[in-house]
């Protein structure tokens, strides 16, 4: 069975710079593109990131570009997740997903593979 488990989120003041972790228990995990989405209560899944299977190709939405960082390391069967200048927009869960392509993809219906997530709150 697939497992994909998130760490790293909790309460972070704005501004801060926490990490969030995802691990998967995927046998061939660099054969996966992984993604980064988020959820608030009442709001669709959104977005947030991706990354190619090799690490070489990365997109990000445009409200975290240029704060958020993902990366990943394939002999650890892991994809980071590095948040900066956070802002209370923020806060939300946030999952990671797995999709057997070459890249990511924006799309959350396109992944193969999801993680529980992790809660990250923002206080102002």
């Known amino acids: 069975q697939v497992q994909l488990v998130e760490s790293g989120g909790g309460l972070v003041q704005a501004g801060g710079s926490p990490r969030l972790s995802c691990v998967a228990s995927?046998?061939?995990?660099?054969?996966?593109?992984m993604g980064w989405f988020r959820q608030v209560p009442g709001k669709e899944r959104e977005f947030v990131a991706a990354?190619?299977?090799?690490?070489?190709?990365?997109n990000y939405s445009d409200s975290v570009k240029g704060r958020f960082t993902i990366s990943r390391d394939n002999a650890k069967n892991a994809v980071y997740l590095q948040m900066n200048s956070l802002k209370p927009e923020d806060t939300a869960v946030y999952c990671c997903?797995?999709?057997?392509?070459?890249?990511?993809?924006?799309?959350?219906?396109?992944?193969?593979?999801w993680g529980q997530g992790t809660q990250v709150t923002v206080s102002s």
């Open positions: 990354i190619s299977r090799s690490g070489g190709n990365t």
């Open positions: 997903a797995a999709r057997l392509t070459l890249y990511g993809s924006r799309v959350l219906y396109e992944y193969d593979y």
């Open positions: 995927l046998r061939t995990f660099s054969r996966y593109a």
